[in-house]
């Protein structure tokens, strides 16, 4: 009998897929995290999958996440709350209070906003450097070239610790040499973790060394119309 195509159905075929490509490649499952990416998915559409036992979710914009995850949060407190989108440096003071890992820091002076919040909160949320691998001048990130430099400044001046590195390949190319610069880049400055792979290219970037993947779609189903 075949299983309903619910998101929790769903959900359970992603894992495996992750835990798949992550044995191919000698690596242990566990060390990937999954990150259900929830951006324009209601509560209700997030409930079964909480229900399931996932407590790791990704919105892109901080106004959004607002006006969902406090309930859910107090519902249930050892959810993770990751921000995969752009974030303007005002909203630094509200990210900060919010999510537990900020995967999009791209400039100084959102890193000159973070480090201030950080310092007033007490309140340090895990961070990662987003790197425009595609260098596409519409995508945000910092260019390959001055990823050594940026993460630098991050450390020296604004004292902040980075945990990772973000990208978002280009639509139009191969996903792999992107994953494979953003693992080279993380090496060569000490960086452990790597932010990359989505719905349609997740278990290439686990093979490539990927320890967050941002899966939406694949989980909750299409999109609902903006």
């Not at 229900?51 to 892109?60: I, K």
């Not at 080279?184 to 960086?191: E, F, K, P, S, V």
């Amino acid at each position: 009998m075949t299983a309903p195509d619910t998101s929790p159905t769903r959900l359970a075929a992603v894992r495996e897929a992750i835990a798949r490509a992550a044995r191919e490649e000698g690596r242990d499952p566990a060390e990937v995290t999954l990150v259900a990416v929830s951006k324009t998915f209601g509560v209700d559409d997030i409930l079964p999958v909480l229900e399931a036992g996932h407590r790791v979710f990704g919105e892109n914009r901080v106004q959004e996440a607002k006006a969902k995850w406090p309930t859910l949060k107090t519902r249930s407190p050892d959810i993770e709350l990751h921000l995969i989108g752009p974030l303007q440096s005002n909203k630094a003071r509200e990210a900060v209070a919010l999510f537990d890992v900020i995967h999009t820091l791209d400039r100084p002076s959102l890193a000159e906003a973070l480090a201030k919040e950080v310092a007033a909160s007490g309140r340090g949320p895990r961070l990662f450097v987003q790197v425009n691998t595609g260098e596409e001048p519409q995508k945000a990130g910092v260019a390959p070239g001055e990823a050594d430099a940026f993460l630098a400044l991050i450390r020296e001046r604004y004292r902040l610790a980075v945990e990772g590195l973000m990208c978002i390949p280009p639509a139009d190319e191969p996903p792999s040499p992107h994953f494979a610069l953003l693992a080279t880049i993380a090496r060569r400055n000490g960086l452990t973790k790597l932010s990359m792979g989505m719905s349609g290219d997740f278990e290439q970037a686990v093979m490539l060394g990927a320890t967050h993947v941002r899966v939406g779609s694949a989980i909750f189903g299409h999109r609902p119309p903006l």
